[in-house]
């Protein structure tokens, strides 16, 4: 069972990473959808000083941006309250023009993974909106149109950017977001080659919508890695529908002999709390039961308040499980 935790400002600190390594921890991600790779050369130079004081060859992920729709930047968070009116575009949050035209009267707008909803009103240049669900709205969170897709290259120009440093600050492993069709895939394959990195870089491959999930059997063997995310794939399916999909694809994903990773919110009370509820305990372990090769922390580790204690029980959860297996 490989464990991966997501770098942030809460264990992007040498010592840290290696305690964390220290428990068995494989690896790290690195999410790229709110900043650089060069940006994050301190966190990188991090990582690569926790794997000479651990002894261990630790695995550095980076998560691209690819076709992801997100906000644009913020200058402070911006609190959104239930009712009240917001405009997205022109004047108001920042939103890529795309998005804004694919928007219609009436259609639901979710945001941050879902714990923000709008509801579009008018819409032109600008898109007037009415809160639904309220909350703390953040630079480049995600935003998920449920039934449209918008069509956009699997790499963006900075991704191009990032890949050409991986090699210089350690990178072992690329993450595609929302993939849908084989092409996208074999696009990062075609980019990794020209770098010279195809035989070093493991390739994970997000399946966060409906039409990602729909067309995995025809793209999985594209990747070395699926991965279940579940933040956008429950924004984009509906909760109800997000434990279906997630047994369907670990179905799917074992009867291919694929390797699968489960990931987003395994543990998230372990963002403010130092010990997980019996819910996501028993998430984690039916994950593993399920014949995941591999879970992964988000802001458990990147911005939460025990990070060390979350990857330490996410490690005995798996472990118990995979020892309850035998």
């Not at 130079?45 to 000479?52: E, G, L, S, T, W």
């Not at 402070?76 to 009712?83: E, I, K």
């Not at 879902?114 to 032109?124: F, H, I, K, Y």
């Amino acid at each position: 069972m490989k464990t991966y935790a997501t770098l942030g400002p809460a264990c992007c600190r040498a010592e840290l990473l290696t305690d964390l390594l220290g428990l068995g921890l494989t690896g790290f991600r690195l999410n790229l959808s709110h900043t650089t790779l060069a940006a994050c050369r301190p966190w990188t130079d991090a990582v690569q000083a926790a794997r000479q004081a651990s002894g261990r060859d630790a695995e550095l992920i980076i998560d691209m941006r690819g076709p992801e729709l997100r906000m644009g930047p913020l200058s402070r968070p911006v609190t959104l309250t239930a009712g009240e009116r917001v405009t997205l575009g022109p004047g108001g949050l920042p939103v890529e023009p795309d998005i804004l035209a694919a928007i219609r009267p009436g259609r639901e707008i979710l945001l941050d993974d879902g714990l923000m909803a709008l509801r579009a009103e008018s819409c032109g240049e600008a898109v007037s909106c009415t809160v639904t669900r309220g909350g703390v709205l953040e630079s480049r969170k995600s935003i998920t149109l449920p039934g449209v897709e918008l069509l956009r290259p699997a790499l963006t120009a900075q991704d191009l950017l990032d890949l050409d440093a991986a090699a210089g600050q350690g990178v072992t492993a690329v993450m595609q977001p929302f993939v849908r069709r084989r092409r996208e895939l074999e696009e990062v394959r075609e980019a990794l080659h020209a770098r010279g990195l195809p035989d070093r870089l493991t390739l994970f491959a997000k399946v966060e919508d409906r039409l990602g999930w729909e067309a995995l059997p025809r793209w999985m063997d594209a990747c070395d890695v699926v991965t279940v995310a579940r933040g956008d794939l429950g924004s984009n399916l509906g909760l109800l529908r997000l434990p279906g999909a997630q047994k369907d694809m670990a179905a799917r994903c074992r009867r291919a002999g694929k390797p699968f990773l489960v990931v987003t919110q395994l543990l998230h009370t372990m963002t403010e709390h130092p010990a997980p509820t019996r819910a996501e305990v028993l998430d984690v372990y039916n994950a593993v039961l399920d014949g995941a090769s591999a879970l992964m922390l988000t802001g458990e580790t990147a911005r939460g308040r025990y990070p060390l204690e979350a990857v330490r029980w996410l490690l005995d959860i798996a472990r118990q499980a995979e020892e309850d297996q035998k």
